[in-house]
């Protein structure tokens, strides 16, 4: 290794298959003494902090990924990229709140990030927060809602009316994951369940108001 150069060790990086293997090349970058400013600036600098966390994250080694991800930021606070990166490890470690702020720290930045409306959708879904998870994933429809690519989106807020008990919503969602892909086999099961309880609901309805005409 004596002989290679910083630049080399980035292509190994690059290359190697194992994320262990890429953090030691990223390791040998950032301690080597004799790198050249001109190449290695602190925008170039931090680009290796933030491929060293995301190796981090393969590894399921979230605080050290997390880490990686604030020695990145300290010399580009913009970095979209890198706020979800450190979004997702701080989700992985449970905490909920504040990977929630990253997303929305990208979206001050940038409100047309469909990956960071469709995260934070997602964080809140899991927290249970349902109804701000669907104001998130309709921002994700209005410029997407045909692409098969984001049929999933659909899917989710279909869940999330789900666990609202708002059936007819979320069948309304199904719909439209199966008028993109047919084939999608959670939103068919997802549709039946929909339509289940939208059946049982109606149903329980009309029990009800003919008891009460009755009476």
Known sequence: MENDTPEEWFKLAFDAEEPEEKIEY?????????????LWSDEALALIWNNKGIAYTFM????ESLECFERSLKSNKSDTDVWYNMG??????????????????????DSRNDNAWINKGDVLAYTGRHREAIDCYSKVHKDIELDCKFAIVWNKKGLAYLD????????????????IDPEHADAIENMR??????????GLAV????????K
């Open 26 to 38: 990223f390791d040998l970058i950032l301690e080597c003494e004799t790198r050249d400013p001109v």
């Open 60 to 63: 399921g080694m979230y605080e």
């Open 88 to 109: 997702v490890a701080l989700f992985n470690l449970r905490r909920f709140e504040e990977s929630i702020s990253c997303y929305s720290r990208i979206l001050a930045l």
């Open 164 to 179: 609202l008990g708002l059936y007819e919503n979320a069948a309304e969602c199904f719909s439209k994951v199966l008028s």
């Open 193 to 202: 369940i929909a339509m289940e309880e939208t059946k049982m609901k109606n």
């Open 207 to 214: 029990k009800a108001h003919s008891q009460f005409i009755r």
